[in-house]
């Protein structure tokens, strides 16, 4: 039997395959001969699914990943995933085995970290994260002695070498002085390494934003994320690159009720909607434990359903919300509402979405990713 009948029955998550191998092609265009592009699928590839879509990007040749914990390693590996595996985060010391067998490779987040993953006595494969400025994970770019004392420990291979921008997506002066400087600090530091006799693993920098704004660095890989999932990460983000991306998620639920409220009828939790007059509203079995966020209550929020744009009415749950369809000229139960996504004329983009709700396209789209199925069109 096909799974993706029951799959529909309810919410689930559209993946537009056509879309992703789209914007594999435009953004390997925009990177320079040399530079590959490194997947970046953390947190279930920000909602799209991990295996499913780190699988079909295998098939288009993409041939590096990141993650930002060893689980998703593991599940990719598990998933039959082929190609370079990076843990962005934190792994416990006590891993390191795992890390050896499933052929991840694991970020050096400071000195005192890969003292310590190398006296496990096993060898693993290592980026180092330098800090040029972000100042979260990473060593600082200035301690040429600490970087390069980890070239000499003896259960590290180190396969890269990285750093990440901080304030990339702007192309504020200021912004981007401190953008250049933290790339400038970055290269400094290769330089420095290369004079004292260290030979250079492969070198990373930018994100979506670092390539879209930075374009051209002299890099082995380019760490896409959102980019690949063809959405901005705000509806007003400009960049120096306007590649055209397009969107590879959709959001959609089916109507599993219709019900008439009388003017003056309340609906839902706190009783926030009432009805201003006779009233016809739909019940979609998708809520904020799907990852729609509940600040889109009370009509802040929207729902396409056929050729028509229908608010949200009261509070958003957990599992369900309602919507209000007063207006739609033919609708049943069985119809299907999107989301997220674009249905004719209309389009509710994920950085919209998200912006309305007060947050970005990377947190909306990776909230989507504990409960939904996701399939392939
Ligand atoms: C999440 C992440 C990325 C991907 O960022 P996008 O803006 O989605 O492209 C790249 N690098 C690091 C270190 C990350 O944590």
Request: aromatic share 6%; proline share 3%.
């Amino acid at each position: 039997m096909d799974k993706t009948v029951f799959w529909t029955d309810r919410a689930w998550i559209e993946i537009n395959v056509g879309n992703l191998r789209h914007n594999v092609d435009v953004l390997r265009e925009e990177v320079p001969s040399g530079c590959e592009l490194m997947a970046v699928v953390k947190a279930q590839a920000y909602g799209h699914g991990a295996v499913l879509t780190a699988t079909q990007l295998n098939q288009m040749g993409v041939r590096a990943f990141a993650v930002a914990t060893i689980e998703e390693g593991i599940e990719l590996r598990e998933g039959g995933v082929s190609g370079e595996i990076l843990i962005l985060g934190y792994t416990g010391v006590s891993r390191a085995l795992e890390l050896k067998e499933y052929d991840l490779m694991q970020t050096l987040i400071s000195h005192e970290y890969a003292e310590d993953l190398n006296s496990q006595g096993i060898a693993v494969k290592t980026h180092i994260k330098v800090d040029t400025g972000m100042h979260r994970l990473g060593i600082s770019a200035g301690d040429l002695s600490g970087v390069r004392d980890i070239f000499l420990m003896e259960n590290l291979e180190v396969c890269g070498m990285f750093t990440h921008l901080c304030c990339a997506d702007s192309r504020q002066p200021e912004d981007v002085r401190y953008t250049k400087g933290q790339i400038g600090s970055f290269y400094k530091l290769v330089d420095d390494l290369r004079n004292s006799g260290v030979g250079i693993p492969k070198l990373h920098i930018q994100s979506s934003y670092g390539l879209l704004n930075y374009p051209g660095l002299a890099c082995d890989y380019v760490r896409a994320g959102i980019a690949l999932y063809g959405v901005p990460s705000a509806p007003e983000d400009d960049c120096l690159l306007k590649p055209d991306l397009r969107p590879v998620l959709s959001l959609k639920s089916r109507i599993v009720l219709i019900r008439s409220v009388k003017k003056g009828d309340s609906v839902g939790y706190g009783r926030s909607f009432t009805a201003s007059r006779d009233t016809r509203i739909a019940i979609l079995p998708v809520g904020y434990g799907d990852g729609f966020p509940r600040s889109l209550s009370d009509g802040k929020g929207h729902v396409l359903v056929g050729r028509y744009v229908v608010p949200v009415a009261g509070r958003i749950c957990m599992d369900q919300l309602a919507v209000d369809v007063t207006d739609v000229e033919d609708v049943s139960v069985g119809d299907i509402a999107t989301l997220i996504g674009a249905e004719g004329y209309h389009e509710l983009s994920a950085p919209s979405v998200a912006d309305s709700s007060g947050s970005i396209s990377n947190e909306l789209l990776c909230r989507m990713g504990a409960r939904l199925p996701v399939i392939a069109k």
